[in-house]
Every structure is written in C-alpha cells, then in structure tokens.
T-cell receptor
Framework: KNQVEQSPQSLIILEGKNCTLQ??????????LRWYKQDTGRGPVSLTI?????NTKSNGRYTATLDADTKQSSLHITASQLSDSASYIC?????????????FGSGTKLNVKP | NAGVTQTPKFRVLKTGQSMTLLCAQD?????MYWYRQDPGMGLRLIHY???????AKGEVPDGYNVSRLKKQNFLLGLESAAPSQTSVYFC???????????????FGAGTRLSVL
C-alpha cells in the first residue's frame, strides 16, 4: 500500500535552533517528492521538489534530502525563526501512468518559541 | 495575479442543506483538485479534473459532486450535507507536466465548513 509517514507529529524548538523533520514513503513507482509549508489557516505552499536523481535541494534556510534507495527524506531547518512555526507536509507523486496521484503525509507541526 | 481563490472562506450548514464551493485560478493551469483536510490526517483527494469538461473521482468522492465548465473554475457541490463532511476544503491547481520540476500544486487558502 502506498503511504507517506512523517515524524515527529509535533516539535517544539527555541528560536535560533536547528531541527530535522523526517518523511518515509512506500510509494512505487516513484516520481518526485515535495515538501510543503502550511501556515495556520492557510493553504500549503511548496518549499522544495526533488526527483529520483536529486539527493539534496536547498531553499534558503530549508534543506531537503532524499534517499531513494531507503525511501526516506528529511527537511532540515537552520537557525529557526518564529515565522517557521507551521505544519510541514511531505508529498510523494506516483510515477508511470498514475502521474496524477499524490500521497500526502499527515504533517509535522513545528512550534518555534522565542 | 491572485493564484488560486476559494469562496467562501467559512460556512456553517445544517444537516441536509446543500452548497457549492467555488475555486478559481488565473494561472491557466490544466489540472485542478479538491481535497479535504481533517485533524491528524493528510490531505485526501475528493475529485480532480485534468481539463475543461472532465472530472474524475479521487480517494473520498462519496457525497460530493464537481463540475469544470470553464478551465479556470472548479466547483465542489454538497447535495445533502452531513456532519461527517465537517472539514477544511482545499482547492489546488497545477500545470500539465507528467514528471519532474513543474509537478507543483498551488493551493487556495481553504474553506472551513461546519455541518451541524
């Protein structure tokens, strides 16, 4: 069964600290993996997208990694800011004929405290 | 360039009432989607459309209908609302791209629906 699991469910860190969010998936065939940021009361916004051949991609203080062999991805946030408080969602796209199928994780809720 | 706009933002219905949620995008995207988001769960696909005049069922289509008469609009209808349909509904769109870098969905701000 194609699934996307994220950990931890929630995380509290102090402003300025780093953190890493995890995403494990079983989706096959694999097309690409995206990380979204969802602020409270808003829709998700794309942070990064990685295809099979990419194993790291950065967007400012956000760095995503992908290990397609172990089917794991991580999102590392450096020098966290209060504005990083949000839910982070991992989304995996199925390849092949089902290119329009997306599998969403349930998200990690990050709370950055001053 | 507004992106993806959803109306209304909030709505309270009584069981059995009907309503239509409107999604409009100004990015000329081919694909449009309706999701629902419930606490502790990932977004679940209700219906989607790969082009004007075409729709398809997603993961949880029961109790919902959709129409895409114009490329820029995707409507989600609830014919007889039930308390189980209390949720936050998100519309998304994306351009046509079978693989790779353009496979990014753009989401609206959501509609919070309560069915009493």
């Amino acid at each position: 069964k194609n699934q996307v699991e994220q950990s931890p469910q929630s995380l509290i860190i102090l402003e300025g600290k780093n953190c890493t969010l995890q995403c494990n998936y079983t989706v096959s065939p694999f097309s690409n993996l995206r990380w979204y940021k969802q602020d409270t009361g808003r829709g998700p916004v794309s942070l990064t997208i990685m295809t099979f051949s990419e194993n790291t991609k950065s967007n400012g203080r956000y760095t995503a990694t992908l290990d397609a062999d172990t089917k794991q991805s991580s999102l590392h946030i450096t020098a966290s800011q209060l504005s990083d408080s949000a839910s982070y969602i991992c989304v995996v796209s199925e390849g092949g004929y089902n290119f329009n199928k997306f599998y969403f994780g349930s998200g990690t809720k990050l709370n950055v405290k001053p | 360039n507004a992106g993806v706009t959803q109306t209304p933002k909030f709505r309270v219905l009584k069981t059995g009432q009907s309503m239509t949620l409107l999604c409009a995008q100004d990015m000329n995207h081919e694909y449009m989607y309706w999701y629902r988001q419930d606490p502790g769960m990932g977004l679940r696909l209700i219906h989607y459309s790969v082009g004007e005049g075409t729709t398809a069922k997603g993961e949880v289509p029961d109790g919902y209908n959709v129409s895409r008469l114009k490329k820029q609009n995707f409507l989600l209808g609830l014919e007889s609302a039930a308390p189980s349909q209390t949720s936050v509904y998100f519309c998304a769109s994306r351009p046509f791209d079978r693989v790779g870098a353009k496979n990014i969905q753009y989401f609206g701000a959501g509609t919070r629906l309560s069915v009493l």
